[in-house]
C-alpha cells in the first residue's frame, strides 16, 4: 500500500513565500504530481516531478528526493487567488500506475 | 475542444435509490478513475478501468458499480448498499502508463 502525508492546513500573507511538503511511502514510485483544487472545483495540474531535484513553473516550483520519499511544493508572491487546497499525489508502477492522493494541505492567504 | 465531461453538476437522491454519474471523454484517453471526496477531505479511489471491458475495484468500491463498454464512458452507479453516499465524485482520465489525470468538475450528490 502507499502511505502520502501533508499538513492539514497553512496559513501565509500576501506577497509572501509558502512551502507545503509531502511525505510517501510507495512500493514502486513512479511519479510526483501537485494539483490545485478550489473549493467545489475539480483539482488542476500543478507539476509533475519523477526525478531528483527542482521543477520550476513561474510563481510554482516543485522539489522531489526520491531517496528520502519526500517532496515540496514553493508557491512564491503568494496572490489571494492561491487559497486553495493543494494535492500531492504519487503514481505507483506497481499498481497500475494509478495516482494515490494525499489529504491535500488547505492554503489560506491573507491581506 | 477535448476534454472530460460530468453531469449533472448537482444531484439529489432519495434513501434507498440507485443512481448513475455519467463520465464522458474525447481525449482519446485509454484510463479512467472515479474518486470521491469528503469535505475537508482527499481523493479516494472508487473504481478505475484501464482498457475497454475491463475494470478494477478501488479502495473504497463497496456500494459502487461501474461499467466501461466504450473508450469514452465511464459511468459510476451508487447503490443503496453505500451507507454513505453524499459526497463530491470527480472522474478523471489519462494516457495509459503515463501523464497525470485530466479531470472533470465533479457531481455532487446528496441522500435526502
Known amino acids: 500500500g502507499q502511505n502520502i502525508d501533508q499538513p492539514t492546513e497553512m496559513t501565509a500573507t500576501e506577497g509572501a513565500i509558502v512551502q507545503i511538503n509531502c511525505t510517501y511511502q510507495?512500493?514502486?514510485?513512479?511519479?510526483l504530481f501537485w494539483y490545485q483544487q478550489h473549493a467545489g472545483e475539480a483539482p488542476t495540474f500543478l507539476s509533475y516531478?519523477?526525478?531528483?531535484g527542482l521543477e520550476e513553473k513561474g510563481r510554482f516550483s516543485s522539489f522531489l528526493s526520491r531517496s528520502k520519499g519526500y517532496s515540496y511544493l514553493l508557491l512564491k508572491e503568494l496572490q489571494m487567488k492561491d487559497s486553495a487546497s493543494y494535492l500531492c499525489a504519487v503514481r505507483d508502477g506497481a499498481a497500475g500506475n494509478k495516482l494515490t492522493f494525499g489529504g491535500g494541505t488547505r492554503v489560506l492567504v491573507k491581506p | 475542444d477535448g476534454g472530460i465531461t460530468q453531469s449533472p453538476k448537482y444531484l439529489f437522491r432519495k434513501e434507498g435509490q440507485n443512481v448513475t454519474l455519467s463520465c464522458e471523454q474525447n481525449?482519446?484517453?485509454?484510463?479512467m478513475y472515479w474518486y470521491r471526496q469528503d469535505p475537508g477531505q482527499g481523493l479516494r479511489l472508487i473504481y478505475y478501468?484501464?482498457?475497454?471491458?475491463?475494470?478494477q475495484k478501488g479502495d473504497i468500491a463497496e456500494g459502487y458499480s461501474v461499467s466501461r463498454e466504450k473508450k469514452e464512458s465511464f459511468p459510476l452507479t451508487v447503490t443503496s448498499a453505500q451507507k454513505n453516499p453524499t459526497a463530491f465524485y470527480l472522474c478523471?482520465?489519462?494516457?495509459?502508463?503515463?501523464?497525470?489525470?485530466?479531470f472533470g468538475s465533479g457531481t455532487r450528490l446528496t441522500v435526502v
Open positions: 510507495t512500493s514502486g514510485f513512479n511519479g
Open positions: 516531478n519523477v526525478l531528483d
Open positions: 478501468s484501464q482498457i475497454v471491458n475491463d475494470f
Open positions: 478523471a482520465s489519462s494516457l495509459r502508463d503515463r501523464s497525470g489525470y485530466t
Open positions: 481525449l482519446n484517453h485509454d484510463a
